[in-house]
């Protein structure tokens, strides 16, 4: 049972309703009754968080969800996958943990990881990220003007669903967050009123700490409006528990020269501060100070110590005043106006050629603001990977995730030559870090291998996996059919069995439907044993009836429910499932933050010529369809050629991107450095990759 958690304060409120004969107050509700409230929520039937939020302003639009159908989608609507490793690096320490490079949809992932029940991330993230700090794509598209200066309907709805698809995402972050936790959203102006008003309603406006304001681009002339130069962070805790190390810059030389203007007997720079306490908040004292008379803002006795340890500077007229030291100074505090971190430029050491790319000092002022050593960081949105690389050289944890294979690539090499990359407070200007990256994998979610799932008589188990996952449900090595002497019972959902009709059985995929006979034979077979709630995954077609009661036998009953799914998903998910393609072009490259839904392996053939200008692809094809059925052709189907100039046989360490746009026809590119053992990796629209393809001469 959970843990009531309620305050003095609380609990006298709670008696007073109840000698009253009254409700308690909603709030007080809640947590009087924590299971029943999470559970309640997780049916979309009551929600007390927002309830308890009401008078906080909130911004409505066509497609809002409440926050407990949200979050029962993670289990309830079929929308949780598992994790798959893909490929793996070192090895973890003694706690097992290993950071991870997350391939999928996020939303996916954020599901997974609240359900708290895939292994490779159970008891581990849920509840216990300190930070987390996320870089959407800014939705420009949503901005385009109708007539009279309205947005066009169509906009509109961009915009709604931009907003939507980024809360959707921040209320499952909120529950990964640990109660020390904070979290970042940085955003342009477009959005980030739009989303201050969101955050608002999900954290509560209390928590609400800072909007920064970064200026991430020189000055520059616009004719029409006042130049944009800046983006916007801001930041929420999750309680008043949240970290906050307050970090300095440095004092321009202009201020130091100016303010510490004095040199003492040993040569020491100091400014003078004031002693005197007149107007000072708690009064001051009043006392003579060698024939001065005045309120001081210290007592006599540590007048006393600042005279014996020569911390006194004394004015013409013999006003003593503290002395500050230059080499005592630790900066200026950081303030939320951050002038002093500039973008990635052309000519930055830490460049690695991948759009949206945000500088390393960026992120380690965030990370060294709001978390720990050891301290778990996550950024779902990971693009170049900045985010994982600077909380690996500040000795965090992280998890980070992409879509695209492109980032998951940068971020692999990214992590890889960490040691090669620049250290944070270094003694030694410019000093590499020099470490080797502490133990991560790339795990897929969501990915499975198409082929496999659709031969059902060989790949039963497969197919059992794939069900169980779209509706979230664990699948666990226990003998589920010995347990509950029944057939096709391959999981329990909350204690209850869990059948897989088994349509990799012929005569039950074209001759057998689910009635009330079929219903009754289960209970006999079980001898009256069943009682409660017992689950049956079907395809539509395959049942005739919708949930139903029936007695056991015994003078109880259970309750069948179905968990329903079109058979054609197995197909129609392989083609045209809900995810956009991957980007072409470097300008499309965040096209994929709204991606849904699973994605497939399907294998891509590839073969690479060496020429004298570079290399050539003289073979490419993918099984895959466009969204209107037909087979791709040509180069039509190829989303991004990845290369690695000296490819080792063992890691792909990608050098080099090059996108379908950027191909001509004839599948030649100029690039310099290909040799006998400089490998391609192809990625099709649907992010399916081929096998490193060493070049042929």
């Given at each position: 049972?959970?843990?009531?958690?309620?305050?003095?304060?609380?609990?006298?409120?709670?008696?007073?309703?109840?000698?009253?004969?009254?409700?308690?107050?909603?709030?007080?509700?809640?947590?009087?009754?924590?299971?029943l409230?999470?559970?309640?929520?997780?049916?979309?039937?009551?929600?007390?968080?927002?309830?308890?939020?009401?008078?906080?302003?909130?911004?409505?639009y066509?497609?809002?969800?409440?926050?407990?159908?949200?979050?029962?989608?993670?289990a309830?609507?079929?929308?949780?996958?598992?994790l798959?490793?893909?490929?793996?690096?070192?090895?973890?320490?003694?706690?097992?943990?290993?950071?991870?490079?997350?391939?999928?949809?996020?939303?996916?992932?954020?599901?997974?990881?609240?359900?708290?029940?895939?292994?490779?991330?159970?008891?581990?993230?849920?509840?216990?990220?300190k930070?987390?700090?996320?870089?959407?794509?800014?939705?420009?598209?949503?901005?385009?003007?109708?007539?009279?200066?309205?947005?066009?309907?169509?906009?509109?709805?961009?915009?709604?669903?931009?907003?939507?698809?980024?809360?959707?995402?921040?209320?499952?972050?909120?529950?990964?967050?640990?109660?020390?936790?904070s979290?970042?959203?940085?955003?342009?102006?477009?959005?980030?009123?739009?989303?201050?008003?969101?955050?608002?309603e999900i954290?509560?406006?209390?928590n609400?700490?800072?909007?920064?304001?970064?200026?991430?681009?020189?000055?520059?002339?616009?004719?029409?409006?006042?130049?944009?130069?800046?983006?916007?962070?801001?930041?929420?805790?999750?309680s008043?528990?949240?970290?906050?190390?307050?970090?300095?810059?440095?004092?321009?030389?202009?201020?130091?020269?100016k303010?510490?203007?004095?040199?003492?007997?040993?040569?020491?720079?100091?400014?003078?501060?004031?002693?005197?306490?007149?107007?000072?908040?708690?009064?001051?004292?009043?006392?003579?100070?060698?024939?001065?008379?005045?309120?001081?803002?210290?007592?006599?006795?540590?007048?006393q110590?600042?005279?014996?340890?020569?911390?006194?500077?004394?004015?013409?007229?013999?006003?003593?005043?503290?002395?500050?030291?230059?080499?005592?100074?630790?900066?200026?505090?950081?303030?939320?106006?951050?002038?002093d971190?500039?973008?990635?430029?052309?000519?930055?050491?830490?460049?690695?050629?991948?759009?949206?790319?945000?500088?390393?000092?960026l992120?380690?002022?965030?990370?060294?603001?709001?978390?720990?050593?050891?301290?778990?960081?996550?950024?779902?949105?990971?693009?170049?990977?900045?985010?994982?690389?600077?909380?690996?050289?500040?000795?965090?944890?992280?998890?980070?995730?992409?879509?695209?294979?492109?980032?998951?690539?940068?971020?692999?090499?990214?992590i890889?030559?960490?040691?090669?990359?620049?250290?944070?407070?270094?003694?030694k200007?410019?000093?590499?870090?020099?470490?080797?990256?502490?133990?991560?994998?790339?795990a897929?979610?969501?990915?499975?291998?198409?082929?496999?799932?659709?031969?059902?008589?060989?790949?039963?188990?497969?197919?059992?996996?794939?069900?169980?996952?779209?509706?979230?449900?664990?699948?666990?090595?226990?003998?589920?059919?010995?347990?509950?002497?029944?057939?096709?019972?391959?999981?329990?959902?909350?204690?209850?069995?869990?059948?897989?009709?088994?349509?990799?059985?012929?005569?039950?995929?074209?001759?057998?439907?689910?009635?009330?006979?079929?219903?009754?034979?289960?209970?006999?077979?079980?001898?009256?044993?069943?009682?409660?709630?017992?689950?049956i995954?079907?395809?539509?077609?395959?049942?005739?009836?919708?949930?139903?009661?029936?007695?056991?036998?015994?003078?109880?009953?259970?309750?069948?429910?179905?968990?329903?799914?079109?058979?054609?998903?197995?197909?129609?998910?392989?083609?045209?499932?809900?995810?956009?393609?991957?980007?072409?072009?470097?300008?499309?490259?965040?096209?994929?933050?709204?991606?849904?839904?699973?994605?497939?392996?399907?294998?891509?053939?590839?073969?690479?010529?060496?020429?004298?200008?570079?290399?050539?692809?003289?073979?490419?094809?993918?099984p895959?369809?466009?969204?209107?059925?037909?087979?791709?052709?040509?180069?039509?189907g190829?989303?991004?050629?990845?290369?690695?100039?000296d490819?080792?046989?063992?890691?792909?360490?990608?050098?080099?991107?090059?996108?379908?746009?950027?191909?001509?026809?004839?599948?030649?590119?100029?690039?310099?450095?290909?040799t006998?053992?400089?490998?391609?990796?192809?990625?099709?629209?649907?992010?399916?990759?081929?096998?490193?393809?060493?070049?042929?001469?």
């Amino acid at each position: 049972m959970s843990k009531i958690n309620m305050t003095e304060e609380e609990l006298t409120k709670l008696l007073a309703a109840v000698n009253a004969g009254v409700e308690p107050a909603p709030e007080l509700a809640g947590k009087l009754f924590p299971t029943l409230m999470e559970k309640l929520g997780q049916e979309g039937k009551f929600d007390f968080e927002t309830l308890n939020r009401i008078k906080i302003p909130t911004i409505e639009y066509a497609g809002k969800r409440s926050e407990g159908v949200i979050l029962a989608s993670a289990a309830a609507l079929g929308q949780s996958a598992p994790l798959q490793v893909v490929r793996s690096f070192g090895e973890p320490g003694e706690d097992g943990w290993k950071n991870l490079i997350i391939q999928g949809d996020n939303l996916q992932f954020l599901k997974t990881a609240y359900l708290n029940q895939d292994p490779l991330v159970k008891d581990k993230v849920k509840g216990k990220v300190k930070l987390i700090y996320i870089d959407p794509p800014f939705a420009t598209k949503a901005d385009f003007q109708g007539g009279e200066g309205q947005k066009s309907y169509s906009d509109k709805v961009e915009s709604s669903e931009f907003i939507e698809n980024l809360r959707e995402r921040i209320i499952f972050l909120r529950e990964l967050l640990a109660d020390e936790g904070s979290i970042y959203l940085h955003l342009d102006t477009k959005k980030i009123h739009y989303m201050k008003v969101v955050m608002d309603e999900i954290f509560g406006d209390s928590n609400f700490q800072n909007q920064i304001i970064w200026k991430r681009t020189s000055a520059h002339a616009d004719s029409t409006t006042y130049a944009n130069v800046h983006d916007c962070i801001i930041c929420y805790y999750k309680s008043e528990k949240s970290t906050f190390n307050q970090q300095f810059t440095a004092y321009s030389q202009d201020h130091l020269d100016k303010r510490y203007k004095h040199l003492d007997s040993d040569g020491r720079k100091f400014a003078d501060g004031d002693l005197v306490g007149a107007g000072l908040k708690g009064g001051g004292y009043e006392y003579d100070w060698k024939g001065v008379t005045k309120i001081w803002r210290c007592p006599i006795q540590t007048m006393q110590r600042y005279e014996i340890e020569g911390k006194l500077y004394y004015t013409k007229s013999g006003v003593p005043r503290i002395k500050r030291y230059i080499d005592e100074v630790q900066g200026q505090p950081v303030m939320d106006v951050w002038l002093d971190i500039f973008p990635v430029n052309s000519q930055a050491a830490e460049r690695i050629n991948y759009p949206t790319q945000k500088p390393e000092q960026l992120l380690e002022r965030i990370i060294k603001v709001s978390s720990n050593p050891d301290d778990l960081v996550m950024d779902i949105f990971g693009g170049s990977g900045t985010t994982a690389a600077t909380a690996e050289k500040l000795g965090r944890r992280w998890i980070t995730c992409d879509f695209g294979k492109h980032s998951i690539y940068t971020m692999q090499k990214r992590i890889l030559r960490i040691a090669e990359s620049k250290a944070f407070d270094a003694v030694k200007k410019n000093a590499n870090y020099g470490q080797p990256p502490k133990a991560f994998a790339v795990a897929s979610v969501g990915a499975y291998d198409f082929s496999r799932i659709m031969n059902l008589r060989e790949n039963k188990c497969a197919y059992i996996s794939f069900v169980l996952a779209l509706f979230g449900i664990p699948k666990e090595e226990k003998d589920y059919v010995a347990k509950y002497k029944l057939d096709h019972i391959y999981a329990e959902r909350d204690g209850d069995p869990v059948e897989i009709f088994p349509v990799w059985d012929d005569q039950f995929l074209y001759n057998v439907r689910i009635d009330q006979e079929y219903l009754k034979d289960i209970i006999t077979q079980s001898r009256g044993r069943l009682k409660g709630t017992f689950y049956i995954a079907v395809p539509e077609s395959c049942t005739q009836v919708s949930d139903i009661k029936l007695p056991n036998g015994s003078g109880g009953e259970v309750h069948f429910r179905f968990l329903k799914f079109p058979y054609s998903i197995l197909e129609q998910a392989s083609r045209n499932f809900a995810i956009e393609d991957q980007p072409d072009t470097a300008a499309n490259i965040n096209n994929l933050v709204s991606s849904v839904g699973f994605y497939f392996n399907d294998k891509v053939a590839l073969k690479v010529a060496k020429t004298s200008k570079g290399l050539k692809i003289t073979k490419f094809s993918t099984p895959i369809l466009t969204r209107d059925g037909a087979a791709y052709t040509g180069l039509s189907g190829l989303s991004l050629l990845l290369v690695d100039i000296d490819y080792n046989r063992e890691v792909f360490d990608m050098e080099h991107a090059v996108y379908a746009k950027d191909i001509p026809e004839n599948g030649e590119i100029v690039l310099a450095g290909v040799t006998a053992i400089t490998a391609v990796i192809a990625i099709d629209k649907h992010g399916n990759e081929s096998k490193p393809t060493l070049i042929s001469e």
